[in-house]
């Protein structure tokens, strides 16, 4: 299958106020594929990831430079012109720590369709039941949709975080350690789901964990101190590192 670009990071720099964090990063992003995100600690892994959704526009000290190209249009979403709104709209976020509104389990779902003004019912009900069911939740939850969503597992809890985030069809869902509060089973789940999404949906995934990385994605960047070190397809990455820090990371002897 032909391999097509979702997105490109071109030369991005990135500092809060004097500290610089991304020293000029440049990156592809393949279409329906996983990405992974791996580095030590520190290294920018979380900043680059958010700045696909103007995450930093929030911080008042973020300065940046470069590009975020969007393919095919290739609109930069780093340019000042464009409306961080409309960004967060297009690519989808989830977080850490699972972060459900405090409203039902359907409100929760049907929230981004309602902040873009779809108002058709039926439409958003249609929108709730697929995205819960790509989600891998639908039938746990099917029964209870107009119960709070805070009354459900930690695991189910981030299951419907990913709902939400597709419930408006994103062109890129970006995970960020996505099953670090969730326990062995409820991480089984959310890796497989990954695998079941990259069909339908561009993922790009910071991780901690290499055997996560390993198990879930495509491509893989490793990152350190701010520079993208190495990037290729994971098998190469994490059985033939062509850099010596990378092999060093992979290996378990720093980070
Ligand atoms: N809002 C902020 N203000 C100032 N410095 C920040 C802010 N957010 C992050 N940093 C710093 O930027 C650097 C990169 O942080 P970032 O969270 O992107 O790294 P990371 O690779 O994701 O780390 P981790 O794996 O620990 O989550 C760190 O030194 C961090 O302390």
């Known amino acids: 299958m032909?391999?097509?670009?979702?997105?490109e990071v071109k030369n991005l720099l990135f500092s809060y106020g004097d500290k610089k964090v991304l020293n000029g990063v440049t990156l592809p992003v393949y279409e329906d594929r996983v990405t992974a995100l791996i580095g030590p600690s520190g290294c920018g892994k979380t900043t680059l990831l958010r700045?696909?959704?103007r995450m930093h526009d929030l911080y008042p000290n973020a300065n940046y430079q470069g590009e975020i190209l969007l393919h095919p249009d290739q609109r930069n979403i780093l340019g000042k012109e464009i409306d961080p709104m409309e960004v967060r709209m297009r690519i989808g976020m989830?977080?850490?720590?699972?972060?459900?509104?405090?409203?039902s389990i359907y409100e929760n779902v049907a929230y981004g369709l309602k902040v873009r003004g779809v108002k058709k019912k039926s439409f958003i009900e249609e929108r709730v039941e697929k995205s819960l069911q790509q989600a891998g939740l639908w039938n746990e939850v099917k029964d209870r949709l107009h119960t709070p969503a805070t009354a459900l597992s930690g695991g189910q809890q981030q299951r419907l975080c990913i709902a939400r985030a597709l419930a408006t069809e994103p062109e890129i869902l970006l995970l960020d350690e996505?099953?670090?509060?969730?326990?062995?089973?409820?991480?089984?789940?959310i890796e497989e789901l990954i695998g079941?999404?990259?069909?339908?949906?561009?993922?790009?995934?910071v991780t901690h964990s290499l055997h996560q990385a390993a198990r879930v994605s495509d491509y893989t960047a490793f990152m350190y101190l701010g520079d993208l070190i190495?990037?290729?397809?994971?098998?190469?990455?994490?059985?033939?590192?062509?850099d010596r820090r990378t092999e060093n990371y992979i290996t378990g002897r720093f980070g």
């Open 230 to 242: 190495e990037f290729g397809e994971s098998d190469q990455i994490f059985t033939n590192p062509k």
């Open 2 to 7: 032909e391999l097509k670009l979702r997105a």
């Open 94 to 103: 989830v977080f850490q720590k699972p972060n459900p509104f405090p409203k």
């Open 51 to 53: 700045c696909f959704n």
């Open 196 to 205: 079941e999404l990259r069909k339908d949906v561009t993922i790009a995934i």
């Open 178 to 189: 996505p099953t670090s509060a969730l326990d062995p089973i409820s991480t089984r789940h």
